[in-house]
C-alpha cells in the first residue's frame, strides 16, 4: 500500500501544529503525534481509515480543520468524541 504523499503528510501536519490541543491519529493499534511529522511519514498510508483523538482548549476548530485536510488529500479520518 503506497504512502500518502509528502504534500499531504506537510499540510496535515502543518495544520495540526496550528492548535494546543493535542491530536492523536489511531491506525489499528499504533497512535501517531499529528504534529510530528516524522510520524506522519512512517506510518501515514494512502489508503485506509484513520480515528483521530482530539483534546485540548481549541479542540472543536482542531478536530474541523483536521477533518477538511484529510478530506482534501482524499483521505478517510473518524473523528473520535471521547
Known sequence: MPNA???AIVEISQNANKFRSSIV?????KYIDVKSILGLFT???????YNLHVHGPDADDAKKAMVEV????NMTVNVVND
Do not use: I, R, V
Request: overall charge neutral.
Open 70 to 73: 484529510f478530506a482534501k488529500h
Open 5 to 7: 504523499n509528502n504534500a
Open 43 to 49: 506510518t501515514l498510508l494512502a489508503s485506509g481509515t
Open 25 to 29: 491519529l489511531q491506525y489499528d493499534n
